[in-house]
């Protein structure tokens, strides 16, 4: 495969049209190294307790997400706000399991699914 085909160009040293040595165009792009990772790992945990749990993906399955998925966050931050840091039944910090569950929600209204019937 070319690298026409493939779909980029691979320039270096100083080339036409002002390219510089070591020149990368990511100004507009998503920084991932600005989102904390043990945090992140925490909520991977979470998705993990409920693959074993239910099965992978089942959250996409759950009659009346949204308002599901909203009201288990605001369980877990009460929790939080109770002195209660650790869920009892995953052994998982309570902030992971919310902030997995608001990122079902915003799945969710991204998708434009998971309104009530």
């Keep these: ?7 980029y160009t ?3 040293g100083n080339m036409e049209g002002g390219h510089v040595e070591g020149d990368k165009h990511d100004k507009h792009k998503l920084d991932w190294t600005l989102l904390p990772v043990q945090p992140v790992q925490q909520v991977i945990q979470v998705l993990e307790f409920g693959k074993k749990k239910y099965s992978a993906n089942n ?12 009201a288990a ?9 109770d ?3 650790l869920d009892q039944e995953s052994g998982l910090p309570h902030a992971a399991c919310a902030v ?15 309104e009530s019937e």
């Design 1 to 7: 495969m070319t690298e026409k085909q493939a779909g």
């Design 10 to 12: 691979v320039k270096v």
């Design 59 to 70: 959250w996409k399955r759950v009659p009346d997400a949204r308002r599901r998925y909203l």
């Design 73 to 81: 966050a605001f369980r877990h931050l009460a929790a939080i706000s």
């Design 83 to 85: 002195g209660e840091w």
């Design 100 to 114: 997995c569950s608001l990122l079902f929600l915003l799945w969710f209204v991204n998708e434009g699914k998971g």
